[in-house]
């Protein structure tokens, strides 16, 4: 299975840099950017890898209905048995897709990790949220 991180700008190249510092290296993921007034580059760096890859295939996009998600989008109409598309992407969503590859779960659970961990990863900071996570006040100091 291939994960391919996409996003505006370098947004997924960040994601995947600061992933590859905390879980190291993983030849399963790849980034593509589009590029400001890109004339069609992104769309065929993502064909090609797509074509090219066997197996499953799941895209992570920055933005739902952005160019990224869109291009992902119709290529996994033309194969949806093996590629799937979530919009969304964080550094906790891509942290535990990437390591669930190790487990050698199906591509429909990766997307479920990445869902679960991408929505779950959103917190507010609030001191009451703080104090139970800490157990106590004294841990907060």
Known sequence: MKIIVTSHGNLCEGILNSYEMLAGKNDSITAISLKENDTGEFERELTNIIKSTEGDI???CDIYGGTPYNIAYYLYLEESDRIRVVSGLNLPMLLETGLSLC??????????VAIDSGTD???????????KEMNSEEDIF
């Open 58 to 60: 799941l895209v992570l």
């Open 103 to 112: 487990n050698s779960i199906s591509l429909d659970n990766v997307v479920n």
């Open 121 to 131: 990863s959103i917190k507010k900071a609030d001191e009451i949220n703080l104090k």
